[in-house]
Nanobody
Framework: QVQLQESGPGLVNSSQTLSLTCTVS??????????WSWIRQPPGKGMEWMGA???????YHSPSFTGRISISRDTSKNQFTLQLSSVTPEDTAVYYC??????????????WGQGIQVTVSS
């Protein structure tokens, strides 16, 4: 059973870069045909898929984050990371990492982390 765990700072200042890491256990991030995503849920709003990195290393992102998002991985540590630049208080949300068979996630599946609250101060 794969397990995912988000880590990173819970508080970020406006205009800075938010950096989160997802540590994966019980499965390799290079296993064929799996995609590793970042999803967030702002307070009072629905889930928003942000982007993903594929088993191959290819990356995908929502147009909503073009120019601000970067997703990378460290295969030696079985981790993948999210960087979101120029954050504002509107980026305050619970951030989740997840595994899926598709690059874009629309609904919650079985292989999700617990989530990490990130607050952006103004």
């Amino acid at each position: 059973q794969v397990q995912l765990q988000e880590s990173g700072p819970g508080l970020v200042n406006s205009s800075q870069t938010l950096s989160l890491t997802c540590t994966v256990s019980g499965g390799s991030i290079t296993t064929n045909f799996y995609y590793w995503s970042w999803i967030r849920q702002p307070p009072g709003k629905g889930m928003e898929w942000m982007g993903a990195i594929a088993y191959s290393g290819s990356t995908y992102h929502s147009p909503s984050f073009t120019g601000r998002i970067s997703i990378s991985r460290d295969t030696s540590k079985n981790q993948f990371t999210l960087q979101l630049s120029s954050v504002t208080p509107e980026d305050t949300a619970v951030y989740y990492c997840a595994r899926d068979r598709a690059p874009v996630i629309h609904t919650r599946g079985d292989d999700w982390g617990q989530g990490i609250q990130v607050t952006v101060s103004s």
